[in-house]
């Protein structure tokens, strides 16, 4: 693992482009082909992810430790890139392995490029990001739909022009589904008033309805296990084959401080014959219909103000998002905190005409 991407983030900052010492999903599996190199920026980061030649994946920092050109438009040499502007060569764990202008240079077997730890699941790429203080990748337990046998899913990916945070305080608003959605096919019935409640659980918290279950989108649990999910239910109807309801794990991972990835992960618990027609009615009937309702979501995110939650007069069903939002400044403030320099690394002050 190469050393740590430096950045000396205020609360805000990280707040914007998100939290550090954890997990993220990076972007479907299938973008980074044997081969090929991939870039994409993340938490207001430009990387380049690329294969070696045994399939073993890998992530950079996208930025040459020579001059800082960008590595992915180097060429991709099986356990290497080569970078375009004077060939320096890194490898995947972002060590100098050659400087072809001057071989025996210093910069040779150093690691100076950030490589963040990886692993795949369910065709995604998860990583690590941590801070200079943090390196080694935080524990994890993976979402348990994701590693259960007996669950089939398929993933749905899409970057949508909305901050981080209102990506992920739309999981938590159950109640939307009843409006935004309701001409769903899966999101029509049930009552368009509630009263929810908050649960707490070993690794988040449940915000469910308190006098409606299974009949639309009833409940959310947000979990924080070394990566950020939500886990929802969403009522099938007959028509849409075997499994009973259908279950959603939904990531996002902030692009920039204006522009979100969102992972949402589709799932049932099918096996044999009843798992092929499930997946045979995704494909061809229910896709396109989990499809238009995300981009109801997006259309609707996307047309908020980046400020829009500034001036707010917020009710009972909105307490899971403000529940979501206490947690991240918090953990957003204890991270800058930890990442200001000392004083007793502060610069001496001048004394006064020898400015």
């Known amino acids: 693992m190469g050393p740590m991407v430096k950045r000396q983030l205020s609360a805000d900052q990280i707040l914007a482009t998100g939290l550090r010492n954890q997990w993220y999903a990076i972007c479907p599996s299938e973008m980074v082909p044997q081969g090929g190199v991939h870039r994409v920026r993340r938490l207001g980061i430009d990387w380049v992810l ?18 800082g050109a960008p590595l992915s438009q180097g060429q991709h040499l099986g356990s290497k890139i080569a970078c375009a502007y004077h060939g320096v060569q890194v490898d995947g764990t972002g060590k100098v392995v050659s400087v072809p202008g001057l071989p025996g240079c210093n ?3 150093k690691t100076l490029v950030p490589s963040p730890p990886l692993q795949e699941l369910g065709g995604a790429i998860l990583a690590y990001i941590g801070d200079e203080q ?16 007996e669950i089939s899913s398929f993933l749905c990916y899409a970057e949508w022009d909305t901050p981080w945070r209102y990506a992920m305080e739309n999981l938590l608003d159950p109640m939307h589904g009843a409006f935004l959605h309701r001409e769903s096919h899966s999101m029509f019935g049930g009552d ?13 918290f449940f915000f469910e309805k308190t006098d409606q279950r ?5 409940w959310v649990e947000f979990c924080r296990t070394g990566i950020d999910w939500v886990d929802l239910s969403i009522p099938y109807p007959p028509t849409a084959g075997p499994g009973g309801s259908f279950g959603i794990v939904g990531m996002g991972t902030p692009i920039d401080e204006h522009t979100t990835a969102v992972f949402f992960w589709r799932y049932r618990k099918v096996s044999g014959w009843e798992r092929d027609v499930w997946r045979f009615l995704y494909r061809t009937k229910l896709e396109a219909r989990h499809w238009h309702v995300l981009e109801q979501d997006r259309v609707m995110l996307e047309a908020m103000s980046e400020d829009a939650d500034q001036a707010e007069n917020l009710y009972q069903h909105d307490l899971g998002v403000v529940r979501l939002r206490r947690l991240y400044k918090k953990l957003a403030e204890e991270q800058a905190t930890a990442l200001a320099p000392s004083p007793s690394h502060s610069p001496e002050p001048v004394p006064a005409g020898r400015a």
């Open 214 to 218: 299974g009949v639309n989108f009833d």
């Open 107 to 109: 910069l040779e077997g």
């Open 134 to 149: 943090h390196p080694d990748p935080a524990p994890v337990a993976l979402p348990d739909p994701l590693v259960d046998e």
């Open 192 to 204: 368009v008033e509630a009263r929810f409640r908050i649960r707490e659980t070993d690794r988040g």
């Open 50 to 67: 690329f294969r070696e030649s045994d399939g073993t994946l890998r992530m950079l920092e996208d930025r040459c430790p020579h001059r």
